[in-house]
């Protein structure tokens, strides 16, 4: 719209002719790729009922689906041509975006007597309203992967959550703490949700900082060696804890995977068992008779002053 009077715009300028060549430049690019690409009409009954899908075009891969020449497709019915495609919805599919003028992708189950569990991605575009473009992508491969996947994570979860060692997941710049199971749920005396608001550091007597940079040789050297700290619980009691810690990758950040270990109770008994030796050994020295203790091959392990001074050795 413009004002009474007003001088009319000059028109648009039309848009430039394709370069020539074009045209076989994208017949090649859509038979190099991976889908399978049909162009089929849309034939209508005089009421308008759609009863048939005629082939316009093909790339090559549909082709070789097919298992004709391209032009040996023209003007076949589409479901003649690729007659297992009835069972997979196909028609169903094209009709709607026929009416609906509106594009449709389905990933489904596209099974064949060689291949059972084949999986396909289809999309069908309108072209205009009497023609639909249809591309098909074998997707089993990736689909069994990702179901690989999934099935490995949910092993690795029940083995998190069922497992009886404490375990803790936190990432490895923050220090926070990413989840944890429910044994140390029940090991530390917090909530699992309060756990995932702490920083693995308010376990020790350390700050984030020093956490990170222990924790980082830690996982650098594998994991495979335990070391000694002395965590807290949430009633205030001092836990000595062997901590194996390695590194992995969880939602692309590096997360430090810390499985605990209870060992107070061995700690405490080898204190008492060093105690005991050092008492056993201040008697033994102070001791005027002398004392040797041999091996069972008689080979001489331990003595005290007395011995020496009383067998001049």
Same mark, same amino acid.
Not at 286 to 306: E, I
């Given at each position: 719209?413009?004002?009474?009077?007003?001088?009319?715009?000059?028109?648009?300028?039309?848009?430039?002719?394709?370069?020539?060549? @074009?045209?076989?430049?994208?017949?090649?690019?859509?038979?190099?790729?991976?889908?399978?690409?049909?162009?089929?009409?849309?034939?209508?009954?005089?009421?308008?009922?759609? @009863?048939?899908?005629?082939?316009?075009?093909?790339?090559?891969?549909?082709?070789?689906?097919?298992?004709?020449?391209? /032009?040996?497709?023209?003007?076949?019915?589409?479901?003649?041509?690729?007659? /297992?495609?009835?069972?997979?919805?196909?028609?169903?599919?094209?009709?709607?975006?026929?009416?609906?003028?509106?594009?449709?992708?389905? @990933?489904?189950?596209?099974?064949?007597?060689?291949?059972? $569990?084949?999986?396909?991605?289809?999309?069908?575009?309108?072209?205009?309203?009497? @023609?639909?473009?249809?591309?098909?992508?074998?997707?089993?491969?990736?689909?069994?992967?990702?179901?690989?996947?999934?099935?490995? /994570?949910?092993? &690795?979860?029940?083995?998190? $959550? %069922?497992?009886?060692?404490?375990?803790?997941?936190?990432?490895? &710049?923050?220090?926070?703490?990413?989840?944890?199971?429910?044994?140390?749920?029940?090991?530390?005396?917090?909530?699992?949700?309060?756990?995932?608001?702490?920083?693995?550091?308010?376990?020790?007597?350390?700050?984030?900082?020093?956490?990170?940079?222990?924790?980082?040789?830690?996982?650098?050297?594998?994991?495979?060696?335990?070391?000694?700290?002395?965590?807290?619980?949430?009633?205030?009691?001092?836990?000595?804890? $062997?901590?194996?810690?390695?590194?992995?990758?969880?939602?692309?950040? %590096?997360?430090?995977?810390?499985?605990?270990?209870?060992?107070?109770?061995?700690?405490?008994? $080898? %204190?008492?068992? %060093?105690?005991?030796?050092?008492?056993?050994?201040?008697?033994?020295?102070?001791?005027?008779?002398?004392?040797?203790? &041999?091996?069972?091959?008689?080979?001489?392990?331990?003595?005290?002053?007395?011995?020496?001074?009383?067998?001049?050795?």
């Amino acid at each position: 719209l413009r004002p009474p009077g007003a001088a009319a715009p000059p028109p648009a300028p039309s848009a430039p002719p394709a370069p020539a060549g @074009t045209a076989p430049l994208l017949r090649a690019m859509v038979d190099a790729g991976v889908d399978a690409i049909v162009i089929a009409r849309v034939v209508r009954t005089p009421a308008g009922a759609i @009863t048939d899908l005629v082939v316009l075009d093909a790339n090559t891969r549909a082709a070789a689906i097919a298992g004709r020449g391209r /032009e040996a497709m023209a003007g076949g019915s589409l479901l003649a041509l690729f007659p /297992e495609s009835r069972a997979w919805g196909l028609w169903e599919q094209c009709c709607a975006v026929a009416a609906t003028q509106r594009p449709l992708e389905r @990933t489904l189950a596209a099974p064949l007597p060689d291949d059972p $569990e084949r999986w396909v991605q289809r999309q069908v575009i309108p072209v205009d309203a009497d @023609t639909v473009a249809i591309a098909s992508r074998d997707v089993t491969a990736r689909l069994r992967q990702q179901l690989a996947l999934e099935a490995s /994570e949910a092993r &690795h979860r029940q083995l998190f $959550e %069922r497992n009886g060692a404490v375990q803790l997941l936190a990432d490895a &710049h923050s220090a926070r703490l990413v989840d944890v199971n429910p044994a140390a749920e029940a090991f530390y005396g917090w909530s699992r949700e309060t756990m995932r608001g702490m920083h693995a550091s308010d376990l020790e007597a350390a700050s984030p900082e020093q956490w990170r940079e222990e924790m980082a040789r830690l996982a650098e050297e594998g994991g495979g060696r335990a070391v000694l700290r002395e965590h807290r619980t949430a009633h205030g009691a001092l836990r000595q804890v $062997e901590a194996h810690v390695g590194a992995v990758a969880l939602a692309g950040r %590096r997360v430090l995977h810390i499985v605990v270990q209870d060992v107070s109770a061995r700690v405490q008994a $080898e %204190r008492r068992l %060093r105690e005991s030796a050092a008492r056993f050994r201040a008697v033994i020295a102070g001791m005027r008779d002398g004392v040797v203790v &041999h091996a069972a091959q008689a080979t001489v392990v331990a003595w005290n002053p007395a011995a020496v001074r009383i067998l001049g050795l």
